[in-house]
């Protein structure tokens, strides 16, 4: 960027203008050394700005933190006396979470809310930071009788609190926010939910109104579009038609039961990652459901996860505990431990299906992104510091060999390093944390990944590599994690005898491509609207006998195409072979085979293929073989 200079006091509004007023039409906010500010504060020294607007995240943001503001002051429009707890921005819009008291507030109710936002966005009202005393805030909110302020009041330092007010409306808020709500020019408001004051759900249970905001109407439209084709893309929907899984109450929440067809696809999945670690030297081991509680409180996870987890598993011998997994690395920690270890062993990979188990809150769970018990395809690889480098890039090959069998194209890989400013945190010792990261940089590099760098987000026990992967909607998800791990290796006392015949402690690669089977089969299933690729896709053949007639020759077909591993069904109904034809493509089935009388005299089959039509009449050897080859087309690798 450039150096610029300006008076003290002036405002990044100030250097917009005087770049251009086209530019200062769209700032929104500002970022002076790393932390997004008003663009209508002063500036009191010498600092690094960026000026944030619509096309930034952090200027999206801005803007619908604001809109949160804006939408509280049209809910005290038509409810006045309601009480106001949090409303931040998200990913994608913001929420404002209320207590609306003896009012009724439904979904029906939000039109009237988005006009009354769009009158207040009109008046162009400037949001006004003020700075005040602890004891200021507390009489303002005494006087409002708004408890859930005083209580976030009561847990601030004084000298840290700033109110925002914006026409009619004062807010607590550390800001920032957008110049004025003139900006705000489309709005939506999109649902309604229950949420726990503070997650707590033995607090209040208030009522959060999710809402989205664009400065131009053409953006809402768009974006209201793709809601509606993720809502027909929504895997709780797709698994449903397509009986892949179900939830039972009986059984519990957050707890899926996978029916045969979605059992056969998440089993074609592991088989599909099995043979490629096979490859890349990976054992397969297997582990049990539970550990005793000291395994989990020698690795730590008892301390992270104990209080809010499922709880200790008491047995007839009262000293005894179990837990139920909520990791696997430390049951893989005792299977290197099982025997001594030689430099010569190394890198020892050890790979497991592991199913784990955490309990999350009800009110967080969603279809199988969010739930109690999932399986990790998991592993583990033991190596020396000097292999880090090595191990990393053929991890990488893996997880890009994923991607491209299943078509995610767009992904960038995040590099978490520690935070510089506190190295106290972390674990393990500065030589090594330092290879390992100049390990992770230089593998990401060599293998030309596109990268972001994020200092402090390292893990405390060491640097890690997570790939952000966009679906065919555009929403970001996490798909796959590579972490160096140093604390485990020590608490688990793991060794290595070396080249100078002395003990040394391996390093511990964890490893996920996939994250978990559930979380990983939503994405896909979001990400290609339930049209699976051919090798993996539940139903590859519809056999379409033209009548009744040849329903038998329909079913010798289905038992050879079987024997070659090709997955059909016959549908036999009593229908005309038109309409057959319609309901196989909207099944988004593969390939159709349709059989009448010529096809059976000749044993051959007349072959449809969804979006591509009549392929003409062919044998059935032939047609195994035209699958077979397609297949092979999809799972070719280098890996």
């Not at 890039?393 to 992904?411: A, E, P």
């Not at 030309?448 to 992967?469: C, I, R, S, W």
Request: charged residues 30%; proline residues 5%.
């Amino acid at each position: 960027g450039s150096v610029r200079q300006y008076e003290a006091g002036a405002t990044a509004l100030d250097v917009a203008l005087s770049i251009s007023e086209g530019l200062a039409r769209n700032v929104l906010a500002a970022k002076v050394d790393n932390v997004v500010i008003d663009a209508t504060r002063p500036l009191t020294g010498d600092c690094n700005l960026q000026l944030l607007t619509w096309n930034d995240t952090d200027g999206k943001s801005t803007m619908w933190h604001s809109s949160a503001h804006l939408m509280a002051e049209a809910l005290e429009f038509y409810y006045p006396g309601i009480k106001l707890a949090i409303g931040p921005p998200i990913a994608n819009g913001y929420y404002y979470d209320v207590d609306f008291m003896d009012y009724t507030f439904k979904e029906e109710d939000l039109p009237k809310i988005e006009e009354k936002m769009k009158e207040l966005a009109k008046q162009k009202n400037p949001f006004v930071r003020k700075e005040v005393s602890k004891a200021e805030a507390l009489a303002y909110f005494t006087e409002k009788e708004d408890p859930y302020k005083l209580e976030l009041i009561r847990d601030l330092p004084d000298g840290s609190i700033t109110f925002y007010t914006q026409g009619n409306f004062t807010d607590l808020c550390r800001g920032p926010h957008i110049p004025d709500t003139g900006f705000i020019k489309a709005v939506k408001l999109m649902s309604i939910a229950g949420a726990y004051w503070r997650g707590d759900e033995n607090n209040k249970q208030l009522t959060r109104v999710y809402g989205i905001t664009f400065p131009k109407q053409a953006e809402l439209t768009e974006y209201l579009e793709k809601v509606e084709e993720a809502k027909r893309r929504d895997h709780r929907k797709l698994g449903k038609e397509l009986e892949l899984f179900t939830f039972s109450q009986k059984v519990g929440s957050g707890l899926p039961l996978w029916l045969p067809k979605g059992a056969a696809l998440r089993e074609r999945l592991e088989n599909f990652l099995k043979r490629a670690q096979r490859k890349a030297g990976y054992e397969q081991v297997i582990t049990p459901h539970i550990g005793n509680k000291d395994l989990y409180v020698t690795s730590g996870h008892y301390e992270k996860y104990g209080a809010d987890s499922f709880q200790p598993i008491k047995t007839p011998d009262p000293n005894e505990e179990f837990l139920l997994k909520p990791m696997n690395c430390p049951h893989h920690c005792e299977i290197f431990k099982s025997k001594p270890r030689s430099y010569k062993d190394l890198p020892a990979r050890f790979a497991e299906f592991g199913t784990v188990y955490r309990y999350e809150q009800s009110g967080e769970l969603h279809g199988l992104t969010r739930v109690r018990g999932f399986t990790q395809d998991d592993a583990h690889i033991f190596c020396t510091q000097d292999q880090v480098k090595d191990e990393f890039k053929k991890v990488i090959d893996l997880v890009l060999y994923i991607f491209k069998t299943l078509d995610f194209q767009n992904f960038k890989a995040q590099i978490s390093l520690r935070d510089p400013e506190n190295p106290t945190k972390y674990i393990g010792t500065d030589e090594n944390w330092a290879k390992a990261e100049n390990a992770i940089i230089e593998a990401a590099a060599e293998k030309n990944l596109p990268t972001v760098v994020e200092l402090g987000e390292a893990a405390f026990y060491g640097p890690k590599l997570d790939f952000m992967v966009q679906d065919a909607l555009g929403r970001e998800w996490q798909l796959g994690t590579i972490q160096v791990d140093y604390n485990l290796p020590e608490r688990f006392e793991l060794e290595y005898t070396g080249a100078d015949n002395q003990k040394h402690r391996p390093v511990m690669i964890h490893r996920a491509p996939f994250g978990s089977m559930e979380r990983f089969v939503a994405v896909l299933l979001e990400h290609c609207a339930g049209d699976f690729p051919l090798w993996l896709t539940t139903e590859q053949v519809a056999i379409l006998p033209i009548s009744d007639k040849y329903n038998d020759y329909a079913k010798d077909v289905l038992e050879l195409l079987n024997n070659s591993d090709i997955r059909g069904f016959v549908d036999d109904r009593n229908e005309k072979i038109g309409k057959k034809i319609r309901e196989a493509e909207l099944k988004k089935i593969p390939f159709m085979l349709v059989v009448g009388e010529k096809e059976a005299e000749e044993k051959q089959v007349s072959v449809r293929q969804r979006g591509e039509g009549d392929k003409g009449s062919m044998a059935v050897d032939a047609f195994a073989t035209l699958v077979r080859l397609a297949i092979e087309k999809e799972l070719s690798t280098n890996v």
